[in-house]
């Protein structure tokens, strides 16, 4: 039996450039180059029939080793709560108030970029801290 070790993540959204350069700033991750023949993702896009332009886009990680994004436009909009979420690994090996400092901290960048707190989860003794967030079409991440 194979084992498949590649995945790529997909969102379905409104608008894909805007949600992808957000999760960029989120992750550190990069956009890749255009298609060959194309100096820019604008020309790329312009070159396609209007109803696909803006339907679809895409970051990577720039070390090659987490999984593909990509954002595709959907007609409907968003409605209930995710079935899959990313969790945003900002406390690995912290613990305690160190651990709700480097959440905090990273909650406010990301606040700053539009997204939205749900809340806080303060560590109860059987889990650590972490903090349910929304991106900026409202689909949910956790600061873990």
């Known amino acids: ?75 409907e909009g968003k409605v209930v709560k995710n079935r899959v979420h990313l969790d945003v690994r900002v406390g690995t090996g912290l613990t305690g108030e160190e651990r709700l400092a480097a959440l905090q901290a990273e909650r406010a960048r990301l606040e700053a970029l539009g997204a939205v707190c749900v809340q806080v989860l303060l560590a109860d003794g059987v889990n650590e801290s972490c903090i349910p967030m929304r991106d900026i079409e409202g689909n949910e991440f956790c600061l873990d």
């Open 1 to 75: 039996m194979t084992s498949i070790r590649q995945f790529q993540v997909t969102f379905d959204c409104a608008e894909p450039e805007r949600v992808a350069r957000f999760w960029c700033e989120v992750l550190g991750y990069v956009v890749p180059p255009p298609p060959p023949g194309f100096a820019t993702w604008t020309e790329f896009d312009r070159s396609l029939p209007a109803e696909h332009q803006g339907a679809a886009f895409a970051c990577v990680d720039p070390t090659g080793v987490g999984p593909r994004l990509f954002f595709q436009r959907v007609p």
